[in-house]
Antibody
Framework: QLQLQESGPGVVKSSETLSLTCIVS??????????WGWIRQSPAKGLEWIGS???????YSNPSLKGRVFISIDTSKTQFSLRLTSVTAADTAVYFC?????????????WGRGTLVTVSS | DIQMTQSPSTLSASVGDRVTITCRAS??????LAWYQQRPGKAPNLLIY???TLESGVPSRFSGSGSGTEFTLTISSLQPDDFATYYC?????????FGQGTKVEIK
C-alpha cells in the first residue's frame, strides 16, 4: 500500500529556509491523476493547507504564505519537496505531506505521519 | 478565504451514544466538504468526502449529510476507537480551509 514519509530538519533558524521532502513508497507518483500536497498544523492556526503539486510540476500555494512557498516534484525519485523561505516562529508546526485524489478534488485521502519543525531564534 | 466553524468544540459522550458534529461554512460550498478523524500524535484520516460519501474502509457507523453552508457528521454508535478530534474541510474554493476541530471525549 502506498505510504508517504516526511523527512527534513527538526529545527530551522529564524529567517532561514525550511526544506522538507516527502518520500512516496510502494507506488508510483507519476502514473496517475493524483496531486501531492503539504499541510501544517499548529496550536495557533490549526490545520492549514500550504500548497500542492501535480505530476507535471504545476503548483498551487496558499496566498496567505505570501510567496514564500516553493513546491517541486521528482518523479524519478518518487518524492516531492517543500521549501518555505524567511521562516519565523509562526512557522513552527507539524508538517504533513499528503495525496489529493485529483485536480478538482482537493481533499486529502492519504497522509504521511507528520514531522515537527521548530523555528529557533 | 471561506471560514469553517465547527460546533461543539468539545463533546463528552459514552460508548454506544449517537454523536453529531456540525460544520458551518461562511458561504455556500455546495457539497465540497470532507471530514477527518485525528487521534493524538497521528495524522488526520479521511472519513467522508463530497459531504456524504464514505471513504473506503471507514466503518458504516460514520455518516455525513448537508449541503450549501451547513453539514453534519454523525457517529451512530460511538466505539472506543472513535474518541478523537474531528475536522471538516471545504474544497469548493482554494485554498481549502479546515474547521477548528471537535474533540470527542469519554464521558
Amino acid at each position: 500500500q502506498l505510504q508517504l514519509q516526511e523527512s527534513g530538519p527538526g529545527v530551522v533558524k529564524s529567517s532561514e529556509t525550511l526544506s522538507l521532502t516527502c518520500i512516496v513508497s510502494s507506488g508510483s507518483i507519476s502514473s496517475s491523476t493524483y496531486y501531492w500536497g503539504w499541510i501544517r498544523q499548529s496550536p495557533a492556526k490549526g490545520l492549514e493547507w500550504i500548497g500542492s503539486v501535480s505530476k507535471s510540476g504545476s503548483t498551487y500555494s496558499n496566498p496567505s504564505l505570501k510567496g514564500r512557498v516553493f513546491i517541486s516534484i521528482d518523479t524519478s525519485k518518487t518524492q516531492f519537496s517543500l521549501r518555505l523561505t524567511s521562516v519565523t516562529a509562526a512557522d513552527t508546526a507539524v508538517y504533513f505531506c499528503a495525496r489529493l485524489p485529483g485536480s478538482s478534488t482537493w481533499y486529502f485521502d492519504l497522509w504521511g505521519r507528520g514531522t515537527l519543525v521548530t523555528v529557533s531564534s | 478565504d471561506i471560514q469553517m466553524t465547527q460546533s461543539p468544540s468539545t463533546l463528552s459522550a459514552s460508548v454506544g451514544d449517537r454523536v453529531t458534529i456540525t460544520c458551518r461554512a461562511s458561504q455556500s460550498i455546495i457539497s465540497w466538504l470532507a471530514w477527518y478523524q485525528q487521534r493524538p500524535g497521528k495524522a488526520p484520516n479521511l472519513l467522508i468526502y463530497e459531504a456524504s460519501t464514505l471513504e473506503s474502509g471507514v466503518p458504516s457507523r460514520f455518516s455525513g449529510s448537508g449541503s450549501g453552508t451547513e453539514f453534519t457528521l454523525t457517529i451512530s454508535s460511538l466505539q472506543p476507537d472513535d474518541f478523537a478530534t474531528y475536522y471538516c474541510q471545504q474544497y469548493h474554493s482554494s485554498p481549502g480551509t479546515f474547521g477548528q476541530g471537535t474533540k470527542v471525549e469519554i464521558k
